[in-house]
């Protein structure tokens, strides 16, 4: 499931950064550089949204409507509340489960994110697949960095959570798998970006494709 294992560890902490104005630099970018591209009236699915900070951006920003997937509960109920706080009700729906198996039950999307949720699902192809199964017009991704030193830390980190009897648990996936499954599927590079850590990488659907 998306955001696998972690069922609303760190709801409370998130919602209080970004509140506080302590939004990510990473989640910061990848709603500014979709909001560049057009929103307007656009349809957005979030996919382990987590407290929605980046549906609510492009939302406030002109997109007209949100599905946001996720597989805590508790992510889902701070969402909501959340959204309700800012008056968005009725503008957002809520679907709890793996967008996987979810993928064939959800309505058309314009705009697709994945902040910080491929690293937390082990199989990737599977994701992509669902969460460009309507063809949308951007797909936006943030993950850790390809590279040896990052998959050293997270094979410690996942190490750390099996001694702990914790089920959460990160991958690393590579680079060039993602950008060939994503050019076999008809997107091409828009944006590229990130921090030394972690990349942000903005997909368009390229013209004429089927």
Known sequence: MARLGYDGLNADADLQRWRDGRLNQVTRELIAIIQRLGIEGARVLDIGAGVGAVHVGLLEAGAASAVDVDASR???????????????????EYRYGDVVELAGELPAADIVTLDAVICCYPYLELLLAAATRSRPRLVGISYPRDVWWMRLFMRLYNLVQVLRRSPARYFIHRHAQLERWMTGAGYRNAHEGGIPVWRVVLYRRSAGAS
């Open 74 to 92: 508790e992510f889902l109920a701070t969402a909501r509340a959340e959204a309700d706080r800012r008056g968005l009700n009725g503008r957002v």
